[in-house]
């Protein structure tokens, strides 16, 4: 007898989207996939939670069948220039030594390091490395170059396409200030690697790769990903319901879109409650959509709630100011509008939120909120 498996919920929140679950971006994705096999070193700038790693991960995935081997660091996980080599070793090891070494002449790839990393296999047997803190701060810089300059030496070697991929790159300058310029010194001669560059930080990573005094101005193309535009996004939501055998209807997308506005993780997010709440055979009503949109809140009570009760009262002015719409909040109008404080105030008050990732200054200079959700909880609960 065969058994019937219930359909499993077609949206994707809360990390990397693959798959059907990746959402449009199809232009970006080509544009992506033509700059690696070119060679060319790009720098990939969005805010958090607007698909960039899902982008970037897309693109790599479709190139790795065609043998594209990656070396990948995500910066967020290395507070130190020491867990900075052990990720890049660890990656090196994995993704492009062992796909074109023997065993044996593995050794030799980390056989040129200033400092021999500890090398142990963990319960699941995975190579894990390790580098002790150096007597001489100069042998940890000394070993970090010569990890970078690897890929491409094995790229050569073997005739490889290589990418070597930074997720989160703007936290390089908090590992050390000077690291960028060590880095560019070794990148500007692989000519034959394509250097990936993503970041979530708009005004850091443009001053990284747009100031004249930066090590790494103008060495990399510029892609700046935004939100994914309702009427590109709205076929997608509409396929992933009918192919559960459930429906979506066009007031029911039009809401749905109206709240999140195009922002990738919010609207997978609205969309798998969405799902939820509909039985299989039946197509979404705008109470239902109202229904997830509660449901969403709700989970995201507790994070909202202690925002706003870290607040200083003139940054619960600004965020009630644009959650009822985004604005400059700099200009006299906005402010009496919103009866914010005077200019200065609004900056003192303005500068944390940014720091957070709560509010986000627009390409035209207005400023708004950063997530869709927090909008909707100041406007149900704290206005």
């Known amino acids: 007898m065969t058994v019937a498996h219930p359909l499993r919920n077609p949206f994707t929140y809360g990390e990397a989207v693959a798959d059907d679950a990746f959402a449009d971006r199809a232009r970006e994705l080509g544009e992506l996939e033509a700059d690696m096999r070119n060679g060319q070193n790009v720098v990939v700038i969005a805010p958090r939670r607007y698909g960039k790693s899902s982008l970037v991960r897309a693109a790599l995935s479709r190139q790795t069948g065609e043998g594209l081997l990656v070396v990948e660091v995500d910066l967020i996980t290395t507070p130190t220039k020491e867990r900075f080599a052990a990720k890049l070793a660890k990656s090196i090891h994995d993704d492009l030594a062992t796909p074109v070494f023997r065993a044996r002449e593995r050794a030799r790839v980390f056989s040129s390091l200033r400092i021999t990393p500890s090398m142990t296999v963990d319960t699941d047997g995975r190579m894990t490395f390790g580098f002790s803190a150096a007597r001489d701060p100069g042998d940890i810089d000394a070993t970090i170059e010569r990890l970078l300059e690897l890929p491409a030496e094995i790229a050569a070697e073997k005739r490889k396409r290589v990418v ?3 997720d ?8 050390d200030p000077h690291l960028p310029g060590l880095m560019r010194s070794v990148f500007q001669w692989q000519r034959d690697v394509s250097h990936v560059y993503a970041g979530s930080k708009r005004e850091l990573m443009h001053r990284l790769f747009n100031d004249r005094n930066e090590p790494f101005y103008r060495s990399a193309k510029t892609m700046e990903i935004g939100a994914i535009d309702p009427s590109v996004f709205a076929p997608f939501l509409r396929s992933q319901f009918d192919r559960t055998d459930r429906g979506i209807g066009d007031a029911s997308l039009d809401r749905l879109l109206a709240v999140t506005r195009g922002h990738p ?9 969405l799902w939820e709440e509909v039985p299989e055979g039946f197509t979404a009503s705008e109470g ?9 809140l709700r989970a995201e009570n507790a ?10 009262p003139p940054q619960k002015l600004l965020l ?4 009822r719409e985004a604005g400059r909040p700099f200009t006299n109008a906005y402010r009496i509008a919103h009866e914010l404080p005077p200019s200065s105030g609004v900056q003192r008050a303005l500068r944390p939120l940014i720091a957070q990732e709560l509010v986000r200054k627009e390409q035209d200079g207005s400023y708004d909120l950063a997530e869709p ?6 406007v149900a609960f704290a206005t």
């Open 303 to 312: 994070r909202f709630t202690l925002v706003w009760d870290s607040a200083t």
């Open 373 to 378: 959700f927090l909008r909707e909880w100041v």
């Open 288 to 296: 239902d959509v109202e229904a997830a949109l509660r449901a969403v």
């Open 168 to 175: 989160e790159f703007q936290e390089v300058t908090r590992l």
């Open 265 to 273: 993780h919010a609207t997978q997010q609205l969309a798998y409650a």
């Open 164 to 166: 070597v991929y930074f």
């Open 320 to 323: 009630q100011a644009f959650a």
